[in-house]
T-cell receptor
Framework: RKEVEQDPGPFNVPEGATVAFNCTYS??????FFWYRQDCRKEPKLLMS???SGNEDGRFTAQLNRASQYISLLIRDSKLSDSATYLC????????????FGDGTTLTVKP | GAGVSQSPSNKVTEKGKDVELRCDPI?????LYWYRQRLGQGLEFLIY????????KSGLPSDRFSAERTGESVSTLTIQRTQQEDSAVYLC???????????FGSGTRLTVV
C-alpha cells in the first residue's frame, strides 16, 4: 500500500461546478500537509497548506481529518484554468524530513 | 535568487555518457531535494540535503547516481554511464526547513538516446 493514496481520476467537470478530491495517508505520525498543483509538463507549485481547523483560499478549501487520516481539497465555481493535476503531500519527522507525494488527481474543466 | 534555478533546462545525451545537473536553491533555504518524474508518472524521491549533509540517500536508484551540495547553496546531481531508463525530468526543490512546503525549479528534461 502506498503511503499517500489519491484517486487518479480523471475528473471531468463543467465550468462552474464544485469538485472535491480526497487523499488518504498511512503514517499516523504525519505532521504537515499540503496540496500542490502541477500543470502539464511544468513543475509542481504549492497551492495551499492544510490545517486541522480547515482553511480556505478564495474558491479553494482544504480540510484535514487526523482521526481518519485523510485530507481533502474542494474547488468551487471551477474555471478552465483550474485544469491540472493536484498532488497531495504529507510530511513526517519519521520520514527524515522529506515529503511524500501522492501520484496526483487529474482535473479537466470543460466549457 | 527569486526562485529555484536549474540548469540545463534540457539535455540530450548519448547512452553511456555522464551528465551533471545543477540546482541553485532559494537563498537561505537549508533543505534541498531532488526528485525524478518520468512521463505521465508521479514524483520519485532521489535525495535530500539539510545544509550540506545528506541524511537520506535512500532514493538514489543505483550507484551511477550521486549528488553533492556546497554549503547551503548549489547542488549537483551526477548520473554516470547514462541509460535510456534515466530519461525523465529531474526536479530540484528547496524549503526553509524540514516539514515546510517546497518551491520547485522548472526541472531538467534529460533524454538519453
Amino acid at each position: 500500500r502506498k503511503e499517500v493514496e489519491q484517486d487518479p481520476g480523471p475528473f471531468n467537470v463543467p465550468e462552474g461546478a464544485t469538485v472535491a478530491f480526497n487523499c488518504t495517508y498511512s503514517n499516523s505520525a504525519s505532521q504537515s500537509f499540503f496540496w500542490y498543483r502541477q500543470d502539464c509538463r511544468k513543475e509542481p507549485k504549492l497551492l495551499m497548506s492544510v490545517y486541522s481547523s480547515g482553511n480556505e483560499d478564495g474558491r479553494f478549501t482544504a480540510q484535514l481529518n487526523r482521526a481518519s487520516q485523510y485530507i481533502s481539497l474542494l474547488i468551487r465555481d471551477s474555471k478552465l484554468s483550474d485544469s491540472a493535476t493536484y498532488l497531495c503531500v504529507v510530511n513526517a519527522y519519521t520520514n527524515a524530513g522529506k515529503s511524500t507525494f501522492g501520484d496526483g488527481t487529474t482535473l479537466t474543466v470543460k466549457p | 535568487g527569486a526562485g529555484v534555478s536549474q540548469s540545463p533546462s534540457n539535455k540530450v545525451t548519448e547512452k553511456g555518457k555522464d551528465v551533471e545537473l545543477r540546482c541553485d536553491p532559494i537563498s537561505g533555504h537549508t533543505a534541498l531535494y531532488w526528485y525524478r518524474q518520468r512521463l505521465g508518472q508521479g514524483l520519485e524521491f532521489l535525495i535530500y540535503f539539510q545544509g550540506n549533509s545528506a541524511p537520506d540517500k535512500s532514493g538514489l536508484p543505483s550507484d551511477r547516481f550521486s549528488a553533492e551540495r556546497t554549503g547551503e547553496s548549489v547542488s549537483t546531481l551526477t548520473i554516470q554511464r547514462t541509460q535510456q531508463e534515466d530519461s525523465a525530468v529531474y526536479l530540484c526543490a528547496s524549503s526553509p526547513w524540514d516539514l515546510y512546503g517546497y518551491t520547485f525549479g522548472s526541472g531538467t528534461r534529460l533524454t538519453v538516446v
